[in-house]
Every structure is written in C-alpha cells, then in structure tokens.
C-alpha cells in the first residue's frame, strides 16, 4: 500500500487592526483580526479603573471572557503570568487588582457577538495554563490547574477554534508564554567544561537547553544572587534535577540569554562565548560572522 506523504498546510496570512483610543501604543488597546468575532483588550494596570468605568468599553468588561495578567521584575529570570476566567471578566480583573500586585497589564479575550458562555471560557483558561506550563517561558502564577469542563466535540471543537484566532495573537502584544519555541537545528552549540555536557540552539525568544544537559550541583562562591535564586527555582520546577555529582536538565528549557544559561550550566557568571559549535566557534564569533556576511550582501535594486 502506497502511503501519501502530505505537507502540513502553510500558515494563512491575516490583518489585525489595533484601535488605541488615547493615541499611546502603550496605553489601551482594542484588538481585532479579520474574519474573526473575537476582540482583545490590552491595557495597564494603573488604568484598569478608569477603563472599566468607561461607558465605551463597559460591555467588554460585562462580558465572559478569559484573561492574563503580567508582571516582569528584575529580581526574576522569566516574567510572570496569572490567567483565569470570569463570566463577567470585569469583577475577576477588580479583585486581582486589590489582591494581586506582580502584574503591570493585563490583556482579555471576549466574543464581539456574545457567542461565548462559561464552559467556553473555561476551557480557554484550562488551556491556556497547560500551554503556558507546558512551554515554560514564563512562571505561572496560578496555584492550581483548572479542570476542563464537559464540552460535546462539537463544541470543544468550535472553542479550539477560537482559542487558535487568540493564540496567534498573544505574540504581538508582547505573551509568547504559550506556545513551544519552533527551532531550527541546525547549528547546536555545546558547553564542554569541567566534566560538564550541555547542548542548547538560539531561538527567537531566547537560547535553548536542551533536555539531559547537565550543570554543576552547586554555583562558586562567586555566583550572582540572580542567578543563584534562578537555578533554585529550576530545581523546584524539577526543570533540573540533582544526579550524583552533577545536575541533569530533564526537559528542554528556555532562558532569555545565552549568558543566563552558561552561568546557570556552569554555576557562575559567563558570557556567550562559553558556548561553541562542533568546530570550536564561540557563539560570539558565529554572530559576529552572521553580521559580517549579512553586511557584505549585494541590495536588490
């Protein structure tokens, strides 16, 4: 029997349109996709009261619909994320706001047309929160894992649907926290120092260790507060874990710089070019020679 080898369907081109009402990029946001009933509203923090008070968004926030929170600090390697889920959204967003103080801005997903009820919008949150735990790009908030709610296969169906129109849009307003880093293998970089082996790729969102790399059991004397307290979150993760004298990464971990993840590898600060290619090129002196050739390259007129 002849099997048909098929190619998975190219990515279809789409048209978003951002509305920012106060006229600042960073401020609140309407968000729309063409062919699509849903709408996203992103916005700060420090203006959620007078947001929802707005008799032009108002409907929104009376509206079920599914939300993340964000947060970044300085003292964290990864930002941070809260989703959850109201019917409405608005009172959820009031009692984080009150209770809740890592976030900075917020973003929520409703139907234009009121097609969404609350097993839709629980479905989204149960998702989104094995996606985001799944991907590890970003620390998860969330104390408990939602339970996914009894929906017919048609109706799950129809929500996947509208969840895909929503996860092509996470990216663009900065939350890539749900999807798995689409890598190209074809130049793996290796640290081989001190009895320690460990493989990883560049990425778009940051550099990638990939799973059995080890690292040192314990930092030097040396080693950064930042960088001590992110390899102790990596092993209550149980991203990394101790095996003899050594630890074992046992899943595919992203970090946002080549140097975080030498210096978390190698247990004190380090710099990208502790990592090379099978022919002994620094990460360093790849970039440089990427930039070197992409300079030299005729303009098309």
């Known amino acids: 029997m002849i099997i048909e080898k098929r190619t998975p369907p190219a990515a279809k081109p789409f048209t978003i349109r951002i509305f920012c009402p106060d006229g600042s990029p960073s401020g609140l946001r309407i968000i729309e996709k063409s062919n699509w009933s849903g709408r996203c509203l992103v916005c700060p923090k420090s203006l ?9 968004y108002k409907s929104m926030f009376d509206s079920p619909g599914v939300y993340v929170l ?35 801005w917020f973003a929520f997903f409703i139907a234009a047309d009121g097609s969404l009820n609350k097993s839709d919008i629980q479905h989204f949150e149960a998702k989104l929160v094995a996606l985001a735990n799944d991907a590890q790009k970003m620390s998860l908030d969330n104390d408990n894992f939602p339970q996914f709610p009894n929906l017919s296969l048609a109706d799950k169906a129809e929500a996947d649907g509208f969840l895909s129109e929503m996860l092509s849009i996470f990216p663009l307003i900065g939350l890539n926290a749900f999807e798995k880093e689409k890598i190209s293998r074809d130049t793996l970089l290796h640290i081989d120092s001190c009895r ?9 969102d940051g550099f990638l260790v ?3 790399s080890m690292a040192v059991l314990s930092g030097t004397p040396g080693i950064s507060k930042s960088l001590h307290k992110l390899r102790k979150e990596l092993v209550e993760k149980k991203v990394m874990t101790a095996r003899g004298d050594h630890m074992v990464f046992v899943q595919d971990y992203i970090f946002r710089t080549p140097a975080t993840a030498a210096g978390t590898i190698l247990g004190h600060p380090a710099g990208k070019s502790f990592w090379m290619d099978e022919n002994g090129m620094t990460l360093k002196e790849l970039q440089e020679k990427r930039i070197g050739n992409a300079s030299n390259e005729p303009i098309d007129s």
Do not use: M
């Not at 959620?48 to 032009?56: A, S």
């Not at 320690?196 to 778009?204: D, L, P, R, V």
């Open 210 to 212: 990939l799973e059995g």
């Open 196 to 204: 320690i082996n460990a493989n990883g790729y560049e990425t778009q």
């Open 48 to 56: 959620l009261p007078e947001i929802k008070n707005n008799p032009d």
């Open 70 to 104: 964000f947060g970044e600090s300085e003292e964290e390697e990864l930002p941070r994320i809260y989703v959850g889920e109201g019917d409405p959204v608005g009172p959820r967003l009031d009692k984080h706001y009150v209770e809740k103080d890592f976030w900075t």
